[in-house]
Protein backbone atom coordinates (compact mmCIF):
# COMPACT_ATOMS: atom_id res chain seq x y z
CA UNK A 1 0.00 0.00 0.00
CA UNK A 2 1.44 3.07 -0.51
CA UNK A 3 -0.13 5.01 2.75
CA UNK A 4 2.53 4.89 5.28
CA UNK A 5 1.08 3.89 8.52
CA UNK A 6 2.36 3.65 11.98
CA UNK A 7 3.17 0.61 13.18
CA UNK A 8 1.80 1.56 16.47
CA UNK A 9 -0.72 2.81 18.88
CA UNK A 10 -0.98 6.26 20.23
CA UNK A 11 -1.75 5.09 24.31
CA UNK A 12 -1.16 9.11 25.44
CA UNK A 13 -1.45 12.36 23.82
CA UNK A 14 0.55 15.62 24.46
CA UNK A 15 -1.24 18.60 23.66
CA UNK A 16 0.48 21.03 20.73
CA UNK A 17 0.00 25.01 21.67
CA UNK A 18 -1.10 26.46 18.21
CA UNK A 19 0.54 29.63 17.76
CA UNK A 20 0.10 32.36 15.35
CA UNK A 21 2.24 34.32 12.82
CA UNK A 22 2.40 37.74 14.87
CA UNK A 23 3.24 35.74 17.88
CA UNK A 24 6.19 33.89 16.60
CA UNK A 25 7.47 36.70 15.39
CA UNK A 26 7.44 38.02 19.21
CA UNK A 27 9.03 34.58 20.50
CA UNK A 28 11.88 34.94 17.91
CA UNK A 29 13.16 38.55 18.44
CA UNK A 30 12.84 37.43 22.75
CA UNK A 31 15.13 34.94 21.64
CA UNK A 32 17.71 36.74 19.37
CA UNK A 33 17.01 34.13 16.49
CA UNK A 34 18.32 31.64 17.89
CA UNK A 35 15.85 28.38 17.95
CA UNK A 36 17.20 26.84 20.97
CA UNK A 37 16.39 29.59 23.01
CA UNK A 38 12.64 29.05 22.43
CA UNK A 39 10.70 27.32 25.22
CA UNK A 40 9.31 23.83 23.89
CA UNK A 41 5.87 24.99 24.66
CA UNK A 42 6.04 27.64 21.68
CA UNK A 43 6.94 25.13 18.94
CA UNK A 44 4.18 23.34 16.96
CA UNK A 45 6.30 20.74 15.13
CA UNK A 46 9.69 20.35 16.95
CA UNK A 47 12.49 18.82 14.64
CA UNK A 48 15.24 20.54 16.57
CA UNK A 49 16.98 16.93 16.85
CA UNK A 50 15.89 13.59 17.56
CA UNK A 51 18.04 12.74 20.45
CA UNK A 52 15.93 12.16 23.70
CA UNK A 53 12.71 12.81 22.66
CA UNK A 54 11.29 9.17 21.37
CA UNK A 55 8.04 8.53 22.65
CA UNK A 56 8.81 5.05 24.99
CA UNK A 57 6.56 2.22 24.61
CA UNK A 58 4.20 0.73 27.00
CA UNK A 59 6.97 -2.03 27.85
CA UNK A 60 9.91 0.86 28.40
CA UNK A 61 7.41 2.44 30.75
CA UNK A 62 7.11 -0.66 32.91
CA UNK A 63 10.37 -1.32 32.86
CA UNK A 64 11.12 2.26 34.41
CA UNK A 65 9.11 0.52 37.07
CA UNK A 66 11.70 -2.54 37.28
CA UNK A 67 14.22 0.18 37.77
CA UNK A 68 16.44 -0.76 41.08
CA UNK A 69 18.31 2.26 42.02
CA UNK A 70 21.08 0.53 44.43
CA UNK A 71 24.56 3.02 44.55
CA UNK A 72 26.38 -0.59 43.35
CA UNK A 73 25.43 -3.61 41.34
CA UNK A 74 22.38 -2.93 40.57
CA UNK A 75 20.50 -5.81 38.37
CA UNK A 76 19.26 -2.85 35.88
CA UNK A 77 23.36 -2.42 35.22
CA UNK A 78 22.62 -6.36 34.90
CA UNK A 79 20.02 -6.15 32.52
CA UNK A 80 21.46 -2.91 30.79
CA UNK A 81 24.40 -4.85 29.80
CA UNK A 82 23.62 -7.85 29.03
CA UNK A 83 21.10 -6.15 25.93
CA UNK A 84 24.11 -4.13 24.90
CA UNK A 85 26.33 -7.19 24.88
CA UNK A 86 23.47 -9.04 22.60
CA UNK A 87 24.02 -6.35 19.89
CA UNK A 88 27.58 -4.85 20.35
CA UNK A 89 30.22 -7.79 21.31
CA UNK A 90 32.30 -5.58 23.80
CA UNK A 91 34.05 -6.87 26.45
CA UNK A 92 33.27 -3.58 28.63
CA UNK A 93 30.05 -1.80 28.70
CA UNK A 94 30.60 1.78 30.67
CA UNK A 95 27.25 3.63 30.95
CA UNK A 96 27.28 7.05 30.76
CA UNK A 97 24.74 10.10 30.93
CA UNK A 98 24.61 10.64 27.72
CA UNK A 99 26.70 10.38 24.83
CA UNK A 100 28.89 13.19 25.15
CA UNK A 101 29.92 12.17 28.55
CA UNK A 102 31.36 8.88 26.70
CA UNK A 103 33.21 11.35 24.13
CA UNK A 104 34.23 13.35 26.94
CA UNK A 105 36.22 10.79 29.02
CA UNK A 106 37.22 8.72 25.68
CA UNK A 107 39.28 11.86 24.20
CA UNK A 108 40.27 12.80 27.72
CA UNK A 109 42.04 9.79 27.34
CA UNK A 110 42.95 9.68 23.84
CA UNK A 111 43.54 13.40 22.71
CA UNK A 112 45.83 15.87 23.55
CA UNK A 113 47.65 18.48 21.73
CA UNK A 114 49.28 17.31 18.55
CA UNK A 115 47.06 14.67 17.46
CA UNK A 116 44.37 14.16 15.08
CA UNK A 117 41.60 11.97 15.19
CA UNK A 118 40.09 11.32 11.72
CA UNK A 119 36.48 10.19 10.90
CA UNK A 120 33.94 10.38 8.00
CA UNK A 121 32.55 13.26 9.51
CA UNK A 122 32.46 14.28 13.57
CA UNK A 123 29.15 16.18 14.51
CA UNK A 124 29.05 19.11 17.31
CA UNK A 125 29.62 17.85 20.06
CA UNK A 126 32.46 14.87 19.30
CA UNK A 127 34.17 17.61 17.51
CA UNK A 128 33.98 19.94 20.64
CA UNK A 129 34.82 17.53 22.77
CA UNK A 130 38.27 16.37 20.54
CA UNK A 131 38.99 20.25 20.25
CA UNK A 132 38.95 20.75 23.92
CA UNK A 133 41.97 18.37 24.72
CA UNK A 134 43.85 20.21 21.67
CA UNK A 135 43.64 17.67 18.87
CA UNK A 136 42.45 17.96 15.49
CA UNK A 137 38.81 16.63 14.16
CA UNK A 138 39.43 15.49 10.86
CA UNK A 139 36.78 14.92 8.70
CA UNK A 140 37.50 12.10 5.49
CA UNK A 141 33.76 12.01 3.79
CA UNK A 142 33.79 10.16 0.21
CA UNK A 143 33.56 12.44 -2.27
CA UNK A 144 29.55 11.72 -3.11
CA UNK A 145 29.03 13.59 0.80
CA UNK A 146 29.61 16.77 -0.53
CA UNK A 147 27.05 16.81 -3.56
CA UNK A 148 23.20 16.88 -2.21
CA UNK A 149 22.40 15.83 -5.32
CA UNK A 150 24.29 12.99 -5.72
CA UNK A 151 22.27 9.54 -5.35
CA UNK A 152 25.24 7.19 -4.14
CA UNK A 153 23.56 4.70 -1.55
CA UNK A 154 26.11 5.37 0.98
CA UNK A 155 27.68 8.59 1.21
CA UNK A 156 28.29 8.27 4.89
CA UNK A 157 31.14 6.21 3.84
CA UNK A 158 35.08 7.70 4.88
CA UNK A 159 37.31 7.86 1.73
CA UNK A 160 39.61 4.94 2.39
CA UNK A 161 42.49 6.43 -0.10
CA UNK A 162 42.70 9.85 2.29
CA UNK A 163 43.06 7.80 5.29
CA UNK A 164 45.57 5.84 4.49
CA UNK A 165 47.56 8.63 3.09
CA UNK A 166 46.84 10.53 6.60
CA UNK A 167 48.14 7.27 8.47
CA UNK A 168 51.33 6.97 6.37
CA UNK A 169 52.48 10.84 6.97
CA UNK A 170 50.64 11.62 10.18
CA UNK A 171 50.35 8.14 11.80
CA UNK A 172 51.96 8.81 14.81
CA UNK A 173 49.65 11.71 15.63
CA UNK A 174 46.98 9.73 15.11
CA UNK A 175 45.29 7.91 18.13
CA UNK A 176 42.63 6.27 17.27
CA UNK A 177 40.14 6.26 13.74
CA UNK A 178 36.65 6.72 14.42
CA UNK A 179 33.31 6.21 12.19
CA UNK A 180 30.28 7.76 12.84
CA UNK A 181 26.80 5.84 11.63
CA UNK A 182 25.00 7.26 10.08
CA UNK A 183 26.72 10.26 8.90
CA UNK A 184 24.50 12.56 10.92
CA UNK A 185 26.29 16.21 9.78
CA UNK A 186 26.57 15.05 5.99
CA UNK A 187 22.97 14.25 5.47
CA UNK A 188 22.18 11.62 7.58
CA UNK A 189 23.63 8.93 5.32
CA UNK A 190 24.94 5.59 5.77
CA UNK A 191 27.95 3.85 5.74
CA UNK A 192 28.38 0.41 4.29
CA UNK A 193 29.27 -3.00 5.86
CA UNK A 194 31.99 -3.20 3.19
CA UNK A 195 33.19 0.25 3.63
CA UNK A 196 32.93 -0.14 7.64
CA UNK A 197 35.53 -3.44 7.51
CA UNK A 198 37.67 -1.49 4.84
CA UNK A 199 38.32 1.13 7.99
CA UNK A 200 38.91 -0.92 10.65
CA UNK A 201 40.95 -3.16 8.37
CA UNK A 202 43.45 -0.01 7.68
CA UNK A 203 42.66 0.96 10.87
CA UNK A 204 44.62 -2.48 12.31
CA UNK A 205 46.68 -2.57 10.02
CA UNK A 206 48.79 1.34 11.05
CA UNK A 207 48.05 -0.13 14.86
CA UNK A 208 45.49 2.02 15.46
CA UNK A 209 42.17 1.22 16.99
CA UNK A 210 38.82 2.21 15.40
CA UNK A 211 35.94 3.46 17.49
CA UNK A 212 32.46 3.49 16.04
CA UNK A 213 30.02 6.54 16.83
CA UNK A 214 26.71 4.08 17.11
CA UNK A 215 24.29 6.40 17.62
CA UNK A 216 21.98 5.79 15.16
CA UNK A 217 23.19 1.86 14.25
CA UNK A 218 19.61 0.29 14.14
CA UNK A 219 19.18 2.91 10.61
CA UNK A 220 22.18 2.54 9.37
CA UNK A 221 21.68 -1.70 9.61
CA UNK A 222 18.40 -0.94 7.77
CA UNK A 223 20.06 0.81 4.76
CA UNK A 224 22.83 -2.03 4.29
CA UNK A 225 19.66 -4.01 4.83
CA UNK A 226 18.24 -2.82 2.20
CA UNK A 227 20.75 -1.37 -0.16
CA UNK A 228 23.78 -3.47 0.27
CA UNK A 229 24.38 -6.27 -2.31
CA UNK A 230 24.57 -9.43 -0.67
CA UNK A 231 22.31 -8.31 2.61
CA UNK A 232 18.61 -8.68 2.45
CA UNK A 233 17.65 -11.50 3.45
CA UNK A 234 20.57 -10.93 6.94
CA UNK A 235 18.16 -10.09 10.10
CA UNK A 236 18.92 -6.20 11.58
CA UNK A 237 20.76 -7.65 14.65
CA UNK A 238 23.35 -9.95 13.13
CA UNK A 239 24.21 -6.73 10.80
CA UNK A 240 24.37 -4.86 13.84
CA UNK A 241 26.48 -7.55 15.76
CA UNK A 242 29.03 -7.57 12.54
CA UNK A 243 28.95 -4.02 12.39
CA UNK A 244 30.30 -3.60 15.82
CA UNK A 245 32.69 -6.75 15.58
CA UNK A 246 34.63 -4.53 13.58
CA UNK A 247 35.45 -1.59 15.78
CA UNK A 248 37.48 -2.22 19.00
CA UNK A 249 35.84 0.40 21.07
CA UNK A 250 32.02 2.47 20.59
CA UNK A 251 30.20 5.68 21.81
CA UNK A 252 26.73 5.73 22.27
CA UNK A 253 23.91 8.20 22.92
CA UNK A 254 20.80 6.13 24.02
CA UNK A 255 18.88 9.20 23.71
CA UNK A 256 18.81 8.42 19.57
CA UNK A 257 19.09 4.36 18.49
CA UNK A 258 17.76 3.47 21.99
CA UNK A 259 14.61 4.76 22.35
CA UNK A 260 15.34 6.51 25.39
CA UNK A 261 14.97 9.69 26.81
CA UNK A 262 18.39 10.11 28.38
CA UNK A 263 21.50 7.56 28.79
CA UNK A 264 24.72 6.78 26.70
CA UNK A 265 27.82 4.43 27.29
CA UNK A 266 31.18 3.80 26.27
CA UNK A 267 32.23 0.06 25.62
CA UNK A 268 35.68 -0.72 24.83
CA UNK A 269 37.88 -4.24 24.22
CA UNK A 270 41.16 -3.18 25.97
CA UNK A 271 40.89 -3.96 29.22
CA UNK A 272 43.86 -1.01 30.30
CA UNK A 273 41.84 1.79 28.18
CA UNK A 274 38.66 0.63 30.19
CA UNK A 275 40.01 0.71 33.55
CA UNK A 276 41.46 4.26 32.99
CA UNK A 277 37.88 4.85 31.71
CA UNK A 278 36.18 3.69 34.88
CA UNK A 279 38.53 5.66 36.52
CA UNK A 280 37.28 8.80 34.94
CA UNK A 281 33.60 7.84 35.19
CA UNK A 282 33.20 7.18 39.30
CA UNK A 283 35.27 10.92 39.02
CA UNK A 284 32.83 13.07 36.68
CA UNK A 285 29.55 10.62 36.26
CA UNK A 286 29.14 7.96 39.04
CA UNK A 287 30.06 4.26 40.05
CA UNK A 288 30.58 2.28 37.10
CA UNK A 289 27.25 0.03 37.59
CA UNK A 290 25.28 3.23 36.64
CA UNK A 291 27.46 6.31 35.27
CA UNK A 292 25.13 9.13 35.88
CA UNK A 293 22.04 7.14 35.22
CA UNK A 294 18.91 6.28 37.66
CA UNK A 295 18.42 2.31 37.36
CA UNK A 296 14.63 2.78 36.03
CA UNK A 297 16.84 4.55 32.58
CA UNK A 298 19.07 1.76 32.61
CA UNK A 299 15.99 -0.64 32.30
CA UNK A 300 14.25 1.77 29.47
CA UNK A 301 17.37 1.43 27.49
CA UNK A 302 17.56 -2.06 27.49
CA UNK A 303 14.15 -2.23 26.37
CA UNK A 304 14.51 0.31 24.04
CA UNK A 305 17.33 -1.61 22.33
CA UNK A 306 15.07 -4.68 21.78
CA UNK A 307 12.96 -2.78 19.95
CA UNK A 308 14.87 -0.30 17.83
CA UNK A 309 15.74 -3.47 15.43
CA UNK A 310 12.18 -4.23 14.54
CA UNK A 311 12.36 -4.39 10.86
CA UNK A 312 8.68 -3.20 10.47
CA UNK A 313 9.07 0.03 12.99
CA UNK A 314 12.71 0.67 10.91
CA UNK A 315 10.95 0.63 7.52
CA UNK A 316 8.35 3.18 8.55
CA UNK A 317 10.83 5.63 10.04
CA UNK A 318 13.21 5.66 7.06
CA UNK A 319 9.83 6.34 4.78
CA UNK A 320 8.67 9.11 6.67
CA UNK A 321 11.88 10.65 5.92
CA UNK A 322 11.64 9.33 1.90
CA UNK A 323 7.93 10.36 1.32
CA UNK A 324 8.72 14.20 3.03
CA UNK A 325 12.28 14.16 0.42
CA UNK A 326 10.19 12.66 -2.17
CA UNK A 327 7.55 15.22 -2.33
CA UNK A 328 9.79 18.16 -1.91
CA UNK A 329 12.07 17.28 -4.49
CA UNK A 330 8.88 17.05 -6.90
CA UNK A 331 8.41 20.99 -6.01
CA UNK A 332 11.69 22.04 -6.96
CA UNK A 333 12.60 22.35 -3.22
CA UNK A 334 16.62 21.68 -2.85
CA UNK A 335 17.34 18.44 -0.53
CA UNK A 336 19.95 16.18 0.26
CA UNK A 337 19.20 13.20 -1.71
CA UNK A 338 18.86 9.84 -0.96
CA UNK A 339 17.23 10.81 1.94
CA UNK A 340 18.68 10.19 5.58
CA UNK A 341 17.55 8.01 8.20
CA UNK A 342 17.04 10.08 11.06
CA UNK A 343 16.10 13.54 9.25
CA UNK A 344 15.47 15.57 5.84
CA UNK A 345 18.26 18.02 5.19
CA UNK A 346 16.76 20.78 3.40
CA UNK A 347 20.09 22.39 1.19
CA UNK A 348 19.88 25.97 2.05
CA UNK A 349 23.06 26.77 -0.03
CA UNK A 350 21.15 26.01 -3.31
CA UNK A 351 17.69 27.64 -2.03
CA UNK A 352 19.18 30.83 -0.69
CA UNK A 353 21.99 31.53 -3.25
CA UNK A 354 21.80 35.21 -2.56
CA UNK A 355 22.85 35.22 0.76
CA UNK A 356 26.20 34.51 1.41
CA UNK A 357 27.69 31.28 3.83
CA UNK A 358 29.02 33.70 6.29
CA UNK A 359 25.88 35.82 6.49
CA UNK A 360 23.98 32.04 7.46
CA UNK A 361 22.23 30.74 4.99
CA UNK A 362 20.89 27.70 7.21
CA UNK A 363 19.81 29.88 9.88
CA UNK A 364 18.32 32.28 7.44
CA UNK A 365 15.82 29.40 6.27
CA UNK A 366 15.26 27.48 9.96
CA UNK A 367 13.77 30.82 11.35
CA UNK A 368 11.90 31.16 8.25
CA UNK A 369 10.56 27.88 8.96
CA UNK A 370 9.80 28.59 12.49
CA UNK A 371 8.33 31.86 11.77
CA UNK A 372 6.21 30.58 8.70
CA UNK A 373 4.67 28.00 10.69
CA UNK A 374 6.32 27.24 13.67
CA UNK A 375 8.41 24.25 12.86
CA UNK A 376 11.89 24.68 14.41
CA UNK A 377 14.65 22.60 12.63
CA UNK A 378 18.62 22.74 13.33
CA UNK A 379 21.13 24.75 11.28
CA UNK A 380 23.96 22.41 9.98
CA UNK A 381 26.12 24.71 8.01
CA UNK A 382 28.64 27.95 9.07
CA UNK A 383 27.10 28.26 12.24
CA UNK A 384 27.95 24.70 13.61
CA UNK A 385 30.94 24.70 11.75
CA UNK A 386 32.37 27.79 10.57
CA UNK A 387 34.52 28.39 13.51
CA UNK A 388 38.04 27.30 13.94
CA UNK A 389 39.18 26.44 17.08
CA UNK A 390 41.72 29.60 16.61
CA UNK A 391 38.26 31.80 16.52
CA UNK A 392 38.63 32.62 12.74
CA UNK A 393 35.72 32.17 10.60
CA UNK A 394 35.80 29.67 7.22
CA UNK A 395 32.76 28.65 5.44
CA UNK A 396 31.51 25.27 6.15
CA UNK A 397 31.16 22.27 3.13
CA UNK A 398 27.44 22.73 2.75
CA UNK A 399 24.46 25.10 4.36
CA UNK A 400 22.13 22.71 5.77
CA UNK A 401 18.76 22.72 7.73
CA UNK A 402 18.64 19.32 9.24
CA UNK A 403 14.74 18.53 10.53
CA UNK A 404 15.36 15.44 12.72
CA UNK A 405 11.95 13.07 13.31
CA UNK A 406 11.50 12.45 16.75
CA UNK A 407 10.89 8.77 16.83
CA UNK A 408 7.24 7.95 17.36
CA UNK A 409 6.25 11.21 18.18
CA UNK A 410 4.60 12.79 15.08
CA UNK A 411 1.74 11.24 12.43
CA UNK A 412 1.40 11.46 8.55
CA UNK A 413 -0.76 14.84 9.13
CA UNK A 414 2.20 16.41 10.86
CA UNK A 415 4.50 15.17 8.03
CA UNK A 416 2.01 16.58 5.23
CA UNK A 417 1.70 20.02 7.37
CA UNK A 418 5.64 20.10 7.39
CA UNK A 419 5.67 19.82 3.71
CA UNK A 420 3.25 22.84 3.36
CA UNK A 421 5.36 25.01 5.64
CA UNK A 422 8.48 24.39 3.51
CA UNK A 423 6.63 24.70 0.31
CA UNK A 424 5.24 28.21 1.57
CA UNK A 425 8.67 29.39 2.52
CA UNK A 426 10.38 28.00 -0.78
CA UNK A 427 7.74 30.01 -2.27
CA UNK A 428 8.93 33.26 -0.46
CA UNK A 429 12.52 32.86 -0.40
CA UNK A 430 13.97 35.63 -2.31
CA UNK A 431 12.66 37.87 0.72
CA UNK A 432 15.10 36.32 3.09
CA UNK A 433 17.99 37.74 4.01
CA UNK A 434 20.76 36.76 6.44
CA UNK A 435 22.21 37.11 9.80
CA UNK A 436 25.30 38.59 11.82
CA UNK A 437 25.87 36.80 15.02
CA UNK A 438 26.48 39.79 17.86
CA UNK A 439 27.04 37.20 20.99
CA UNK A 440 29.01 33.79 20.72
CA UNK A 441 30.88 31.52 22.82
CA UNK A 442 34.36 30.25 22.35
CA UNK A 443 33.07 26.74 21.23
CA UNK A 444 29.22 25.48 20.10
CA UNK A 445 28.45 28.56 19.34
CA UNK A 446 25.00 27.26 17.66
CA UNK A 447 23.97 26.28 21.06
CA UNK A 448 24.21 29.62 22.83
CA UNK A 449 24.44 32.39 20.39
CA UNK A 450 22.84 35.43 19.62
CA UNK A 451 21.53 37.08 16.27
CA UNK A 452 20.14 40.33 14.45
CA UNK A 453 18.95 39.78 11.21
CA UNK A 454 20.52 41.75 8.36
CA UNK A 455 18.74 44.50 6.81
Not at 117 to 127: A, V
Not at 247 to 260: P, Q
Not at 374 to 389: A, Q, T
Request: with cysteine; proline share 5%.
Amino acid sequence: MKTIIEPFRIKAVEPIRMTHLGERRQILARAHYNLFAIRSRDVMIDLLTDSGVAAMSGDQWAAIMRGDESYAGSPSFTRFEAAVKALMPFKHVIPTHQGRAAEAILFSLLGGAGRIIPSNTHFDTTRGNIEATGAEALDLPCSENGDPNSLALFKGDMDIERLKSLLEREGARVPCVMLTITNNAGGGQPASLANIRAVAELAHAFGKPFIIDGCRFAENAWFIKVRERGQSERSIPDIVRDVFACADGMTMSAKKDAFANIGGWLALNDDALAAEARTRLILTEGFPTYGGLAGRDLDAIAQGLAEIVDEDYLRYRVRVNEYVTERLASAGVPVVRPAGGHAVFLDAGRLLPHIPPLEYPGQALAVALYETGGVRGCEIGSVMFGRRPDGSEAPAAMELVRLAMPRRVYTQSHADYLIEVILAVHAERERLRGFRIVEQPLRLRHFTAKFEPLS
